[in-house]
C-alpha cells in the first residue's frame, strides 16, 4: 500500500506563488509516477503536472506550463509543486497520485491518492 499526504495549500493573490508537497510512504517502489491533479467547484478533475521517481521526467498540462514546476526529492519520498503566477483560475483542490504506469495524464491511471489540499486565489 501506498499513503500520501499533501500539505501547503492556502490563500492568496493573484500573481503570488505557493509550494505544495506531496509526502509518500509505504510501498512507494512499486510506483513509476507521480502526479498532481486538480478538480475546480463544478468542474471535472484534469491533469496538472507528472515526474517519475527515476530520472525526474516531467511533463505539464498546457495550462500551467512556464508557472508551475514539478519536482521530487527521492530521499525524502516528496513531490513539490512550485506554483508561480497564480490565477483565480488556478482555484481548486489539489491531489497528489501514484502510478504504476509511465506518464500517464489521465486519473485512471492512478492507482493511489492524497486527500488533497485547497490552494485560492483571489483576485
Known sequence: QVQ???SGGGLVQAGGSLRLS???SGRTFSQYTMAWFRQAPGKEREFVAHISWVGGINYYADSV?????ISRDNAK???Y??????KPEDT?????AASF???PT??????????????TVSS
Open 4 to 6: 500520501l499526504v499533501e
Open 22 to 24: 506531496c509526502v509518500a
Open 77 to 79: 519520498n516528496t513531490v
Open 92 to 96: 481548486a483542490v489539489y491531489n497528489c
Open 65 to 69: 506550463k512556464g508557472r508551475f514546476t
Open 81 to 86: 509543486l512550485q506554483m508561480n503566477s497564480l
Open 101 to 103: 504506469a509511465v506518464g
Open 106 to 119: 489521465t486519473q485512471n491511471a492512478y492507482t493511489y491518492w492524497g486527500q488533497g489540499t485547497q490552494v
